[in-house]
């Protein structure tokens, strides 16, 4: 045990003696000369000990002080619980998603690498097959069924790389992107708030459920899915549920209901081109005798909401109470929906509504087989139906409701 240099220097508790921890009582004996002398219990002071002298508490006090400060550097730069690691601490999309997902397949490799915020040179679509070209026969998705397992990602990788956050961190703004990708199980992005777009271009789909969600943009032109559920969905920019302005060489098919009431698409909402086809069984039994193919009631869309260029709906298209920016274009679109409601707007708002001949293909006359309801809808500028062919048979429901229409 070490000497001190004399007893004015003694922390208190030393003076006087001190209980050690053993229980043992540690006498003091003083020297004017040397300073305190620690004597064992028992023993006769028969010659000066040996001591070492120990640093002035000043020192002590120093080193301590040093101590504490390397302590509170180790706590400050360490990782804080629940905070968001960057991008370089987690690692790139595939080795993350690897340790989540066991067996990533060819084209969900590609369709992280391209997602990965790393990459410089993403292409427009990461891609599921053989060709980065849409129109190639090889990205049909009616023929989805012979594509191999390589080409298949998994519903769930997708919704883990819009809500899980160290994923999300490392997505490029410009979203996630797949061609020609058979996509496995139900994407369910309910309630997600997804910060990136996604598009799922020439793909095969299983039910997608958008319910309450609120995400950026959804492009599904020339897919085939299952059913589309978007309940109050927002989207801050365009839906395409048809084509996107580019061929891509084939048609968005559906072969359950659309149901999107009350959505609000800060862009456009587009069926335009696509195939849609009310369900054998509705989910909404109460509506099963209406045959609803598509229901995009109650909606607030910005911009154009069009159903036309090839549009072709076999069961009724429901638009009552919506609200649109700019126009209702039914250009070249087919309403089937025999002894039923073909296209329902009752209460609709819109700037212009046109139902005409396509431009490209002045064939393609809009038709209707059943009825069209404009009953209280407000038309700002113009309300043209031209050309276009009522069928049905006689003493069935079909023709043209516009009670209380107002235009102008």
Not at 7 to 30: H, M, N, S, T, W
Not at 306 to 322: I, K, P, Q, R, S
Not at 332 to 357: D, E, K, M
Not at 367 to 385: P, R, S, Y
């Amino acid at each position: 045990m070490a000497a001190y240099a004399g007893q004015d220097e003694l922390p208190d508790r030393f003076v006087g003696g001190e209980q050690g921890p053993a229980g043992i009582r540690v006498g003091l004996e003083k020297s004017s000369a040397q300073g305190p002398r620690f004597l064992i219990p028992g023993e006769r002071l028969r010659r000066r000990p040996t001591f070492v002298a120990a640093p002035p508490i000043k020192s002590i006090a120093h080193f301590r002080s040093l101590a504490l400060s390397l302590v509170f550097i180790g706590i400050f730069a360490s990782p804080v619980p629940g905070e968001m690691p960057s991008p370089a601490d987690t690692g790139t999309l595939i080795t993350m998603a690897a340790r989540r997902f066991q067996n990533l397949t060819v084209a969900e490799g590609r369709l992280l690498e391209f997602a990965d915020v790393s990459n410089q040179h993403h292409g427009e679509f990461s891609v599921g097959g053989t060709s980065a070209e849409p129109k190639d026969a090889s990205n049909d998705p009616a023929q989805s069924a012979s594509w191999p397992i390589q080409r298949n990602i998994r519903a769930e990788l997708i919704r883990w790389l819009l809500v899980d956050h160290a994923a999300t961190s490392r997505v490029d703004p410009k979203g996630i992107g797949a061609l020609g990708a058979r996509i496995v199980g139900n994407l369910d992005l309910s309630h997600v708030h997804a910060e990136r777009t996604i598009a799922l271009v020439r793909c095969r789909l299983d039910a997608v459920n958008l319910d309450l969600a609120e995400i950026q943009s959804l492009d599904l032109s020339g897919s085939y899915a299952t059913s589309v559920h978007a309940d109050h969905v927002v989207s801050h920019s365009s839906m395409f549920l048809g084509w996107d302005g580019t061929d891509r060489g084939g048609d968005f098919h559906c072969a359950g209901k659309v149901y999107m009431p009350g959505a609000r698409v800060d862009g456009e909402l587009c069926f335009g081109g696509g195939r849609f086809q009310h369900p054998n069984v509705d989910p909404e039994y109460w509506r099963a005798a209406e045959k609803v193919a598509i229901d995009a009631s109650n909606s607030d869309v910005k911009d154009d909401l069009t159903v036309c260029c090839d549009f072709e709906a076999h069961g009724a298209v429901m638009l009552d109470n919506t609200t649109i920016g700019k126009n209702l274009t039914a250009i070249g679109g087919r309403f089937i929906n025999p002894n039923n409601v073909a296209l329902s707007a009752a209460g609709l708002s819109a700037a212009n509504v046109t139902f005409a001949p396509g431009f490209e293909h002045p064939s393609e006359y809009p038709e209707v087989d059943g009825v069209l309801d404009f009953t209280t809808a407000q038309v700002n500028e113009n309300f043209a139906v031209v050309r276009a062919k009522f069928h049905g048979k006689s003493l069935e429901r079909h023709g043209f409701i516009g009670v209380g229409l107002d235009v102008g």
